[in-house]
């Protein structure tokens, strides 16, 4: 009987793809298997097996399996099963969503080797000069495309190689080289034959003048009588203060022996301080109403305050499930949070907490994989962002969402566009596990879930110690302008409170939502801006590396001298960024010293740490940053938090821009007071009487979320109804008008949800390609998956369409 197992492919593909397999290796293989497979002409991908029967598809000869590439699954069937739900729930492609899953270690892809085959002299002289000089290079060693590209200088190689391999000079081949590297640590012990022959007097009397030597020697038998174990080579020499020459040449003379032990990266390495903090009255209360309501409901709400100590409640709970022997997701909105929390939770549970996220080599998220694939004691408690989800759980029990309101648990490009949050719930339910959402201001959609009973629900109302919550004032800019109030971005008002807050020895946040040094240049005389070249934005100037750049695509241009337009040099910036916002800060108190969180400046690995140690530290009193210092960070001495100007949070053009004001307002306020001083909070604004302003003030979420959900209700917006996306994007403007009509047109056919555009978005080219969008509503009362499959049918008639098929669409479900 033939064998044959689906396959999911690293490529962007709707489905599986069918192999032959031998007797031998259907034996062997389960789903979860990862396999290399011949896809194309010649190219060999890793994929994962996801079903083995005895079915032949009936479209195509199957190729057989290359080659089985592990001993066992490095996916688990509820791996599998989440994937299949999140390409069904968000109309993700499975091979987009499997090479966003797997670290990219474990994404074999074959690379094209070049091997010279022999040929008579006469043959040789008749070889051009390029293909003489490559055969001349492979005579030395068989060569990538790569390294003939280098050796020639040229951009394309296709067409000497494929003229080489016609005429039998050269053979092609694929090799599939493994891109994980586990790290091996060096360790020496004293020789066993030394030890055995019991010639360590002759030894020592050897050395009496080699005191480097010696004193190796010695380290040797440090907390280690007999000299037998195994040591770290580096620990060793930088103990005995000797040399590594010196433990050459015992290694040469036989005395002492070496070897490589393979060891996990380690990527945090907090101290265990068995320490427990008391919870207080109310910490304990919300404890106590979480685990009951787990009695009846999966997912509990947890809204406390911020400042409140939800994670000490977090880490009570943490406790609980790993002492049932389960594991625990911890999923943060940002890399930045990762620290603090880490330091926290290795505090209480030392190396049972291991961490993953992108920031981490490739290597390093490899390795707590395998870690947790393997159920090791060091992977019990997974703190993450979003691409956490992925990971091989087996047992897990508790996955806690903080700040569930964020806007970064969305993934928007590239495919899989998938909520985290949203995902989670899913997750969990797989797995029967519980599920806490934790948030000062909780998105409207879990909210809404609360009120209809979908989700349970704890509050936690007041701060931890009783600290009070901030004074939030607001500066009317309007008024500060026109009394001349203002030093560049700074109202006279701020100003004096920044100096009495240096004066008290405490630390203020200045926040900004606008990275660079100022939006736009334009000329004084002619009112040009200049544009990038491949998209419909204005450049934004950066002053450190004094250039213009395109925050979409990366094009960035010198600051020009003269106007592009007019010519005449009269260039003027508009408008604040974080830099601007650094720089004036460092005029105002010029013996203060500023730093900056943006995307800029933790671009490096380990930059976020950095920076958030040398606040938290005092080292720097004044952070400026955007959105990234909003986000649940615990300052404890931050006194004073100044919002440069709110106005740009509540115009965006967004069904959701009032919610997310009063969340980032409500956030970057909480940062302030942390401990027993109570904390201010100043805001400038055109509109000091804007409702939102004013709920935030007050501190009122409940007003906001009942005017909130009264709108969209009113208007058909979430969580009422639900939307899908759709972006048709091509080269020429025109094709892509034609394309989006023709979707809106077949689509209106089905009656199916309101359809809206198709219609330009505010910035309509990226990277020289036009972008329209249509917008679907789904009323409540709708079938979703009725929605969604008359979507996909018509899309896979769009793409039947010769005129179309250069245009990319992408399919966006729960856009916000």
């Known amino acids: 009987m033939q064998y044959f197992a689906d396959v999911l492919l690293p490529l962007a593909l709707g489905e599986p793809y069918t192999y032959a397999v031998t007797t031998e290796d259907y034996a062997t293989l389960a789903p979860g298997f990862r396999v290399a497979v011949s896809f194309g002409k010649s190219k060999v991908y890793s994929a994962v097996v996801v079903k083995l029967h005895d079915q032949a598809p009936q479209r195509y000869t199957p190729k057989f399996i290359e080659l089985i590439l592990e001993k066992s699954p490095s996916v688990t069937p509820k791996q599998l099963e989440f994937w299949y739900w999140l390409s069904d729930y968000y109309q993700s492609k499975l091979g987009d969503i499997l090479r966003a899953a797997l670290p990219a270690t474990f994404l074999l892809e074959s690379e094209t080797i070049v091997i010279k085959k022999d040929i008579s002299e006469a043959e040789k002289s008749t070889l051009s000069d390029d293909a003489f000089l490559v055969y001349e290079a492979l005579e030395v060693k068989a060569l990538s495309i790569k390294e003939i590209i280098e050796i020639l200088g040229k951009k394309s190689v296709l067409g000497l190689l494929q003229d080489l391999f016609s005429k039998g000079v050269v053979d092609i081949h694929q090799k599939l080289s493994e891109k994980y590297k586990p790290k091996l640590v060096r360790y020496v012990r004293l020789s066993q034959t030394i030890l055995e022959t019991h010639k360590l007097e002759e030894v020592f009397e050897a050395l009496k003048n080699a005191t480097k030597q010696k004193q190796l020697l010695m380290g040797i038998f440090d907390q280690n009588p007999k000299g037998d174990e195994w040591k770290k080579s580096k620990d060793l020499l930088d103990k005995s203060n000797s040399t590594p020459a010196a433990l050459r040449t015992l290694i040469s003379k036989g005395i002492m022996e070496e070897q490589s032990f393979r060891e996990d990266r380690l990527l945090y390495d907090f101290k265990k301080q068995d320490q427990k903090r008391a919870l207080s009255d109310a910490q304990q209360i919300a404890l106590n109403e979480i685990n009951n309501t787990f009695e009846e409901k999966s997912v509990v709400l947890f809204q406390g305050v911020t400042g409140s100590g939800k994670t000490e409640v977090y880490i009570e709970l943490i406790a609980q499930a790993i002492t049932k022997g389960k594991q625990v997701l911890y999923l943060l909105p940002e890399i930045s949070l990762t620290p603090q929390m880490v330091q926290r939770l290795q505090a209480r549970f030392g190396s049972e907490v291991t961490v993953y996220h992108s920031k981490f080599s490739v290597h390093e998220r490899t390795e707590v994989w395998n870690n947790i694939l393997e159920n090791n004691p060091n992977a019990k408690i997974i703190v993450g962002t979003r691409s956490a989800l992925f990971l091989p759980f087996h047992q897990l029990g508790l996955v806690i969402v903080d700040e569930e309101h964020e806007l970064s648990y969305k993934q928007f490009d590239p495919s899989p566009r998938y909520h985290a949050r949203d995902s989670a719930v899913v997750l969990a339910g797989m797995y029967q596990a519980k599920v806490i959402l934790g948030s000062a201001t909780p998105a409207l959609e879990s909210s809404f879930n609360r009120l209809s009973g979908k989700y349970g629900w704890v509050q936690l109302g007041e701060r931890y110690g009783k600290v009070a919550l901030p004074e939030i004032n607001t500066i009317d800019l309007k008024s500060a302008y026109k009394k001349k109030q203002m030093k560049g971005g700074f109202s006279q008002t701020l100003i004096q409170e920044m100096d009495q807050t240096l004066a008290m020895d405490k630390q203020i946040i200045l926040f900004q939502n606008q990275r660079g040094y100022a939006p736009v240049m334009e000329c004084l005389d002619c009112g040009h801006m200049p544009q990038c070249h491949q ?100 300052f404890q001495n931050v006194h004073l938090v100044g919002v440069l100007n709110a106005d740009h949070l509540m115009n965006f053009p967004d069904f959701r821009a009032h919610e997310r004001t009063y969340q980032m307002l409500s956030q970057v306020a909480g940062r302030a007071g942390r401990k027993a001083l109570r904390g201010k909070v100043l805001i400038q604004t055109y509109q000091p009487h804007h409702p939102i302003i004013q709920q935030v003030i007050e501190g009122d ?116």
């Not at 800060?585 to 930059?607: E, I, N, Q, S």
């Not at 969580?719 to 023709?742: C, F, G």
């Not at 199916?752 to 679907?776: C, E, H, S």
Request: positive net charge.
């Open 701 to 816: 979420y409940d007003q906001m979320l009942n005017r909130q959900l009264k709108d969209r209700k009113e208007y058909h917006y979430p969580p009422y109804n639900r939307l899908i996306r759709m972006v048709v994007n091509h080269s020429d403007m025109e094709t892509v008008k034609k394309a989006s009509q023709w979707i809106v047109n077949v689509l209106l056919q089905s009656d199916y949800g309101q359809i809206l555009g198709p219609v330009f978005p505010p910035i309509a080219r990226v990277r020289n390609r036009y972008r329209m969008q249509i917008l679907v509503k789904i009323e409540g009362s709708q079938s979703r998956d009725r929605v969604k499959q008359i979507i996909r049918k018509t899309l896979d008639r769009f793409e039947s369409i010769a005129i179309f098929r250069s245009c990319k669409v992408n399919l966006d479900v729960d856009p916000y």
């Open 535 to 634: 998209c419909d934005v204005t450049l934004t100037y950066h002053q450190y590396s004094d250039q213009l750049k395109c925050h979409y695509c990366d094009y960035q241009i010198a600051v020009p001298e003269k106007c592009h337009a007019c010519g005449l040099p009269n260039l003027s910036t508009k408008g604040m960024g974080t830099q601007q916002i650094q720089e004036q800060v460092a005029t105002l108190f010029p013996d203060v010293k500023v730093a900056r969180m943006d995307w800029d400046t933790t671009r490096g690995k380990w930059a976020f740490d950095k920076l958030i140690h040398s606040f938290a530290a005092q080292e720097v009193k004044i952070l400026v940053g955007t959105q990234m210092i909003i986000k649940g960070l615990d």
